[in-house]
């Protein structure tokens, strides 16, 4: 498999404080990596990093061959990376329906979208979209108005109206039941693949459930890498994150 | 009520259109009823600041730029028809060749290069909006490539006013300093003398200001209309879906700068001078605050705002019970919108729709909340 993404010493450091220092990450095309590790090791800003919230203080960030360390997050974004951030960031005021025709953002020029007015025929394709995540009824409904669950999924659709190459995914299922985290586990099992996909999450059994690889980060480096069995069996690992349990048992 | 028009009160946009299309025929109506040119000039005056205010809400309400500088867009704009208009009265007052009156008061012995082009109308017609809107796309460009935001924006279009309030003041020679430009010929255009007082003038700026709204739903309605939207509510985030935020905001900008200036054409040829209080601190503050009142986030309703506030200070600073406590009255009228109409009027209105747009689904109890009566038609929706 080919690398889609390469990280190499990347560093970042706030006022001195280094967030993350010497990270290196691989990740092919297709595949679908869990980023986990303890509370402060790294994970959020490395997402950050990735597409252009935070800019590395040194390394670089290799993208398809491009380098993005230095480029607008606008940039970043159409040279296709997706994030979903933890806090969800939907679009409160705007209804269900036009946060997704925001988020289909296939053209993104200023005067191309000043001429599109009212139904375009891919507002049907976002319908299913909708349809999918279980919010259609609330299509013309302010984004205000939802749960917290349902806010969470409807940044998850945005996403996928979007369709990027590589998205980035930050604690998807905080705060949803266990059957919405399975229904989550579900999109991302069918995203894989086609899109490349890093996941930041907590929940071990998600975790376990859509990973192949899972990469250890601690203070900001890499600690361990390896499948799910591999990760809670090596000895540093269960120092710094696990404790004395286990992964199996997380 | 019948299921047609339930269907018809939940398509916003259709609502918006016809009310907006109501509003604009009753303004062309109103003169059938009113057959009182005073009147009229005056209401022709409150129309064009109505303009001014629905295009800060263009930026404001629609994109979250606080331009406290709109009075500068509108000033320009009437400035640059004072100045045309201006142009045509020196034949008859310093013959043929001379200057405008208040040159020769200043010893000015030739007309500046700037005020030449103005002999041409289209020209100066054109320079009302061009010179609004270069101004507005360069300050834009600096602003909001630089990710200025908030209160920044209004302290930078504030003290951007004032420069170009103290620049007219200072170079009284070429801009008539502190009196403005007064003594003005009448606009003529394609034949028809707009009189002030008459009521060609309220025709014309009636169909400006219904061409300008129109034009400003449709930006509003368009795909750019919603990223604007979004960026209101969530700058950092739409850059990650790769749009390119500053030049959406650039946009908004100079698209409402643009209508000012429009609106300040208009304001000249209504108030048949040009002064620097058209592009002073004060007149700007007001259009910020008959925006917030008529409700920033709709564009007829500020227009609105504009044309009731501005009416009501008319009224009562005339009227010889509020002589000296009318300056109160409006400022408590304006706390009470603020606290209890965070939208404005226009979000009062906004609330009526749904409400009656739920109603056939099942009778909201009295006192619903907004989110049952939403849960109500939801349901409606379903079923």
């Known amino acids: 498999m080919t690398t889609h993404l390469e990280l190499s010493n990347l560093a970042v450091s706030f006022n001195g404080f280094k967030a993350v220092d010497g990270l290196n990450l691989k990740v092919a095309k297709g595949e679908l990596r ?5 509370n402060g090791a790294g994970k959020t800003t490395a997402l950050d990093l990735i597409c252009g919230k935070t800019k590395p203080t040194s390394g670089s960030i290799r993208y398809r061959g491009q380098e993005l360390a230095q480029m607008e997050e ?30 289909y953002c296939k053209r993104t020029g200023v005067f191309a979208n000043l001429i599109r007015i009212g139904r375009t025929p891919e507002s049907d394709g976002l319908e299913k979209l909708a349809d999918f995540v279980g919010l259609v009824d609330f299509l013309d409904h302010p984004a205000s108005y939802l749960s917290h669950g349902q806010t969470q999924w409807l940044e998850i659709a945005l996403l996928l109206a979007q369709d990027s190459e590589l998205i980035l995914l930050d604690e998807p299922t905080a705060g949803m039941t266990s059957q919405e985290t399975q229904k989550t586990a579900d999109i991302c099992n069918r995203l894989k693949g086609r899109h490349t996909i890093i996941v930041v999450e907590h929940d071990m059994g998600f975790v376990k459930e859509i990973g192949d690889v899972i990469s250890v980060m601690h203070q900001g480096s890499m600690l361990a890498e390896g499948r799910a069995d591999e990760v809670s069996a090596n000895q540093k690992v269960r120092e710094v994150y696990l404790g004395k349990v286990g992964i199996g048992h997380a | 009520m019948s299921n047609a028009f339930t269907t018809f009160l939940n398509n916003r946009t259709a609502v918006q259109i016809t009310v907006y299309a109501i509003v604009c025929g009753a303004i062309f109506l109103f003169p059938l ?26 930026s404001w309400g629609y994109a979250g730029i606080l331009n406290l500088g709109q009075a500068l867009s509108f000033g320009i704009g009437s400035y640059c028809m004072a100045m045309a208009l201006k142009l045509r009265t020196v034949p008859v007052h310093t013959g043929e060749g001379g200057l405008p009156d208040f040159m020769v008061w200043n010893n000015v012995e030739t007309l500046p290069w700037f005020w030449q082009p103005f002999h041409s109308m289209p020209f100066a017609l054109l320079a009302g909006i061009v010179v609004p809107v270069f101004l507005a796309v360069i300050l834009g460009w600096f602003m909001f490539r630089g990710r200025v935001t908030g209160v920044y924006v209004a302290i930078i279009t504030l003290a951007t006013l004032v420069v170009g309030n103290l620049l007219i003041i200072d170079q009284q020679r070429f801009t008539g300093g502190f009196n403005g430009i007064t003594d003005l010929a009448q606009l003529e255009l394609f034949g028809i003398e707009f009189d002030a007082y008459s009521k060609s003038t309220y025709y014309l700026v009636a169909v400006c200001m219904t061409v300008c709204l129109f034009l400003a739903l449709a930006v509003t309605k368009s795909k750019a209309g919603m990223i604007l939207q979004a960026v209101r509510d969530h700058e950092d985030r739409v850059r990650f879906f790769g749009y390119d935020v500053a030049w959406y905001k650039v946009l908004a900008f100079s698209v409402s700068a643009g209508i000012a200036g429009v609106a300040g054409m208009l304001y000249t040829v209504v108030m048949e001078f040009a002064s620097p209080t058209f592009l002073g601190v004060p007149l700007s503050l007001s259009i910020v605050i008959w925006c917030a009142v008529g409700g920033r986030q709709s564009l007829l309703g500020a227009l609105l705002g504009a044309i009731l506030v501005a009416g009501m200070e008319g009224t009562l600073s005339e009227s010889e019970t ?36 739920a109603q056939p689904a099942e009778k909201p109890t009295e006192g619903a909340t907004d989110a049952a009566v939403l849960a109500d038609k939801g349901a409606a929706e379903r079923s």
């Not at chain 2, 009147?39 to 263009?58: E, I, K, W």
């Not at chain 2, 000296?324 to 919108?337: K, S």
């Not at chain 2, 009062?348 to 729709?353: A, D, I, N, V």
Request: proline share 3%; with cysteine.
């Open chain 1, 74 to 103: 606008h940039l970043i974004a159409r040279s296709g990376v997706g994030r979903k951030f933890q806090v969800p960031s939907v679009f409160k005021q705007l209804t269900v329906r036009e946060n997704l025709e925001v988020a």
């Open chain 2, 322 to 357: 509020f002589l000296d406590t009318w300056t109160l009255i409006m400022g408590a009228a304006f706390v009470l919108v603020v606290l209890f109409l965070p939208n404005g009027l226009a979000g009062l209105f906004e609330m009526l729709r749904r409400r009656l747009a």
């Open chain 2, 33 to 58: 009823v009113l057959d009182n040119d005073f009147l009229l000039n005056r209401y022709a005056r409150y129309l064009v600041l109505g303009m001014a205010a629905m295009a800060l809400s263009l």
């Open chain 1, 34 to 38: 869990c980023l986990i590790g303890p």
